[in-house]
C-alpha cells in the first residue's frame, strides 16, 4: 500500500460500485475530471487545467477510460490507474478530448431513458462541461446522486485514515497550551501551531482558527496580531489533511487563567450539550436529530440564541462534505457516516467557546475519534 493513497482493490471495489449506481440511476456512465470524486474511485490527484482530463466510467461494467493529455500522463503515475486495468487514452493538441469522453461511453444517446447520456462531477469546470454538452446533444446531469452515497459511507480503510488523522490532531491540541502565552499574538500562536500540526504526521495545516478574547466570538475568525493576555477565552479550531488525504478537525478552548464564574457556567452548558448530542447517535435517526439534541440543551439555558451554525458537516477527502448535521436534514445516519459534533456559543465583542469532535456512525452509536479532554483547559499565567 502506498501511503499516498489505498490498495488497489479499495478503488476497484468503489469503480464497481459507482457503475452499478450508475446503471440504476439509468445512466450510460459517469465523467469524472480532477477533484475529490476522482481522487475517491482512483487515487488520483491530478489537477483541473484547460485542457480535459476525465475518467469515464460505462455504467454496463465495460473496462473504464482515462481520458488525459500527454503531457500529463505522469500525474496518473501515482494514482491507482496503473493498477486497476483502466485504458489511458492520452491526446494532444487539436486533437477533440470530448470526442473521446463520447466514444467511451457506451449505448446512443437514444438507448438511455429520458435522453440522459452521462452524468458529471459537480466540479467539472464549465470549461469542459459546455464543449463536452456540445458534442453529446444534452446537457449532462449530475453525478451527486450516484456517488454521494459512495463517498458518506466511509469503508474501513477511510475509517482507519480518520482515526489517525484524528489522534494526530489530539497530539498537537497537546501541545497547545505550551503556545498560549500573554503577549504573544494570535498569529505567532497559529505559527506554532502550523509546525506542529506537520510535526505530528499531516502533510500540510488545512485551517487554523486562534481566536482569542472578542475574537472568539467569531466563528470564522482565522487569526490576526491582537495579543494574548491574561483572562482571555481562546478558541483553537484547528485540521489538516493525513495520508492518503483524509482530514482531522477538532476545537479545543482554553482560558488563560481561572475563568469568571459565569464564563465558566455557561462553559458547562456548552460541554453538556457536545456531549449528549454525541451519546444521542444512532443508526436510524436522521441528521437533524442530532441538531436538535445540542440546540435543546442550550436553548434550556437561554443560550439558544448565542449558537449561531450548524452543530455538524460531514468529514473526508474534503474538510467540509456530507452528511450536514443541521436543521431540516432528514438524512437517515448509517453505520460509516462520519461528521464533526461542534456546538458553539458566542457572546460579541466578548468571548467564545467551540467544542468539536469528529465522530463515526457504528452499529449501536457512536466512536469519536479525538478523545483530549472536554472541559475548559486552563492554562496557567
Known amino acids: 500500500m502506498h501511503s499516498s493513497r489505498f490498495s488497489t482493490d479499495v478503488y476497484a471495489q468503489r469503480l464497481r460500485i459507482a457503475a452499478a449506481g450508475a ?16 481522487r475517491y474511485l482512483v487515487g488520483s490527484r491530478a489537477q483541473t487545467f484547460e485542457r480535459l482530463t476525465a475518467l469515464v466510467l460505462p455504467a454496463d461494467g465495460s473496462v473504464p477510460t482515462i481520458v488525459v493529455p500527454r503531457l500529463e500522463l505522469a500525474s496518473l503515475k501515482e494514482s491507482a490507474v496503473p493498477d ?21 461511453l457506451p449505448g446512443s444517446l437514444a438507448a438511455v431513458p429520458d435522453g440522459r447520456l452521462a452524468a458529471v462531477t459537480d466540479s467539472m469546470p464549465a470549461l469542459h462541461l459546455l464543449p463536452l454538452a456540445d458534442l453529446l446533444g444534452t446537457v449532462p446531469v449530475l453525478a451527486t446522486d450516484v456517488l454521494r452515497r459512495l463517498r458518506m459511507i466511509k469503508d474501513a480503510a477511510e475509517i482507519d485514515a480518520l482515526r489517525k488523522a484524528g489522534a ?37 495545516a488545512a485551517f487554523i482558527i486562534v481566536g482569542s478574547g472578542p475574537n472568539g466570538a467569531d466563528p470564522h475568525h482565522e487569526c490576526s496580531d491582537r495579543e ?33 464564574p459565569e464564563v465558566a457556567r455557561q462553559y458547562a452548558v456548552l460541554q453538556r450539550a457536545q456531549a449528549e448530542a454525541v451519546a444521542s447517535i444512532r443508526p436510524g435517526m436522521s441528521a437533524a436529530a442530532v441538531d436538535a439534541v445540542a440546540r435543546d440543551v442550550l436553548a434550556d439555558e437561554g443560550l439558544a440564541e448565542v449558537f449561531v451554525h450548524r452543530t455538524g458537516h460531514g468529514i473526508g477527502l474534503s474538510v467540509h462534505e456530507e452528511p450536514y448535521i443541521v436543521a431540516g436534514n432528514d438524512l437517515t445516519l448509517e453505520p460509516g457516516m462520519t461528521f464533526s459534533v461542534e456546538p458553539g456559543i458566542y457572546f460579541p465583542g466578548r468571548w467564545g467557546a467551540r467544542i468539536e469532535d469528529i465522530v463515526v456512525v457504528t452499529e449501536h452509536g457512536a466512536e ?14
Not at 24 to 33: D, F, N, R
Not at 84 to 104: I, K, S
Not at 368 to 381: A, G, Q
Open 228 to 260: 494574548l493576555r491574561a483572562g482571555d477565552i481562546v478558541v483553537v479550531d484547528i485540521g489538516g489533511p493525513y495520508e492518503p488525504g483524509y482530514n482531522s478537525d477538532s476545537t479545543r478552548t482554553y482560558s488563560l487563567g481561572e475563568p469568571e
Open 168 to 204: 494526530a490532531i489530539d497530539r498537537v491540541h497537546a501541545r497547545v497550551p505550551e503556545f498560549l502565552v500573554p503577549g504573544r499574538t494570535e498569529a505567532d500562536v497559529a505559527a506554532d501551531i502550523a509546525e506542529a500540526i506537520v510535526a505530528e504526521g499531516h502533510s500540510e
Open 368 to 381: 469519536s475519534v479525538n478523545n483530549r479532554p472536554h472541559e475548559l483547559i486552563v492554562v496557567p499565567v
Open 23 to 38: 446503471a440504476e440511476a439509468g445512466l450510460a456512465g459517469l465523467v469524472i475530471t480532477p477533484g475529490y470524486d476522482l
Open 84 to 104: 486497476l486495468g483502466v485504458t489511458v487514452r492520452d491526446w494532444v493538441d487539436g486533437e477533440n478530448p470530448y470526442q473521446l469522453v463520447a466514444d467511451a
